[in-house]
């Protein structure tokens, strides 16, 4: 898993990822130096469980991806089933470029997660 | 390039341009500056890359547009500093390689760069100057103790190695001021007066910073920390400096007073209204972003209004949270996918708009529509101080 997410960070723009459980438990992180590993699942858990609860109550079924932009870089949510791929990356990136990535990354874990069980 | 080939591009060009000023869009300005560049006139583009911002600093579209056109013009300057840094590394080149990124809005890049001028050249205080400044920037932007504080820790260590650097002197006076901390930003301007007796601005922002002192009293430095935590909870400095002279010198702030709105709601509902032609629209919603209070809604199917409302104050709270935990800024736009279709998120100034799809609409489609409402929704929402 860990292997994945090095190679994901190779990407322009990119600055880390992690596989945190929406609970809040870090499955494999690599982020850059200036990030919190606490911080980053402590925040990613509140978002992907806040954002699952409203979904629920409208009845609309669950997310699988959630996009942030910000004014200092961007952040993406992504449901691998167990865990979620929390990505972040520059502002400048062109995320329709970086979304394939994440996503091609995104179905690797998953394959790996499904063929361990 | 054939005469007719030439009259084609002038007509396109003329065209684009007649669109601008007909639709001041962001995606028709991206489209008329990416115009020019393909023209190469990388001037002109810049222009209207510029206007396009000033009028719609939120369109991720124009921003993506203005920094492309803008490290376009500075490629070459970039190239020359990467450059000197390989063959001879020295702190100037870092400090001009860090400043165009930092520039540019890549501050990341900028940071990481400063890093490693730290890293070669411990004595130059460059990296920390810079550090400090998009930090000085970020608590403009945010209010967040954490950025004041970095700031204050940057510049304090520029002043550590060079005390008589005047823009770290007189950033860490203004936040001083900011906070409420009028010794240590009297201190600071002494500093200044010491090489530089004839700067009046300076003089003169002493001297009301004195008064105020006297005024106020004594403040342990020990409060510092909880005086940044002030600023954060209230969302508003203590002080505020108006005027890159001092000409109107201090306001010292006496309730809250963070920005206030007037908001057209008759321009948002028609806004929010015109959506319901949109094929697969589940719900539309403008609210105060401040309050949370509706403008405009517009629910087309199956979901209740309150359902949606708490969602999508829900998500914009908890989004905006993070944001600012991961120092990546206020929040501006989200997009929520699932087997439901999307929930799009857009935080303007002043209010936030929340357009949820089903499966089979695409999100370029909505995105474009938002793109075309920007520019009525920002004359909708005026600032008042």
């Known amino acids: 898993m860990l292997q994945i997410l090095k190679k994901l960070k190779h990407g322009v723009g990119i600055r880390g990822s992690m596989l945190v459980t929406s609970d809040g438990i870090v499955v494999a992180a690599d982020l850059g130096g200036d990030l919190e590993e606490e911080r980053v699942a402590a925040m990613a858990s509140s978002v992907i469980q806040e954002t699952q609860r409203c979904i629920h109550k409208l009845d609309l079924g669950s997310f699988y991806e959630f996009v942030l932009t910000a004014i200092h870089g961007k952040m993406v949510f992504h449901d691998i089933g167990v865990a979620f791929l929390v990505v972040l990356t520059d502002k400048g990136i062109n995320l329709d470029h970086t979304l394939i990535e994440i996503r091609g990354a995104a179905f690797k874990i998953k394959s790996r997660a499904k063929m361990s069980e | 390039m054939g005469f007719f080939e ?141 950025d004041g504080q970095l700031a204050i820790e940057n510049l304090e260590k520029a002043l550590e190695l060079n005390a008589s650097n005047y823009k770290a002197l007189r950033l860490s006076a203004e936040i001083y001021i900011e906070i409420g901390l009028f010794e240590k930003a009297a201190r600071n301007l002494k500093q200044i007066l010491t090489f530089a007796p004839t700067d009046d601005g300076v003089r003169r922002l002493l001297a009301e910073v004195e008064a105020l002192e006297a005024e106020v009293g004594e403040i342990e430095e020990e409060e510092q920390e909880w005086l940044f935590i002030q600023v954060e909870n209230r969302r508003q400095f203590t002080n505020i400096i108006r005027g890159p002279e001092y000409d109107k010198m201090i306001l010292p702030v006496m309730g809250p007073t963070a920005t206030r709105y007037t908001i057209n709601q008759d321009v948002l509902k028609r806004q929010i209204n015109s959506l319901a032609k949109m094929p697969g629209l589940m719900g539309a919603l403008a609210m105060e972003r401040e309050t949370g209070k509706i403008l405009a809604d517009r629910i087309v199917l199956r979901i209740k209004k309150e359902d949606l409302e708490e969602m999508v104050k829900t998500v914009f709270r908890v989004s905006h949270n993070a944001s600012l935990r991961m120092d990546v800024g206020s929040f501006s736009a989200g997009r929520v996918s699932g087997d439901f279709g999307n929930l799009h998120l857009v935080a303007m100034e002043g209010i936030l708009v929340a357009i949820l799809t089903d499966p089979q609409t695409k999100p370029d489609i909505v995105e474009g529509s938002i793109q075309e409402m920007m520019p009525a929704l920002s004359n909708a929402v005026t600032a008042v101080e």
Do not use: W
Not at chain 2, 35 to 62: C, L, T
Not at chain 2, 115 to 139: A, W
């Open chain 2, 6 to 146: 030439n009259l084609k591009k002038k007509r396109e060009l003329a065209r684009l341009e007649r669109q601008v000023e007909l639709n001041p869009t962001p995606s028709n300005m991206a489209m008329l500056a990416q115009r020019y560049i393909n023209m190469g006139d990388v001037d002109k583009a810049f222009e209207i890359a510029q206007q396009g911002v000033k009028a719609f600093p939120n369109s991720e579209k124009i921003l993506r547009a203005f920094r492309y056109i803008k490290k376009t013009q500075l490629q070459a300057k970039i190239r020359e500093l990467n450059s000197v840094i390989q063959k001879n590394p020295n702190p100037v080149a870092y400090g001009q390689l860090a400043m165009i990124y930092k520039d540019l809005g890549d501050t990341h890049k900028a940071v990481d760069i400063c890093t490693d001028l730290t890293h070669k050249f411990p004595l130059s205080e460059n990296s920390y100057l810079i550090i400090g400044e998009i930090r000085y920037q970020r608590f403009h932007e945010d209010l967040l103790a954490k």
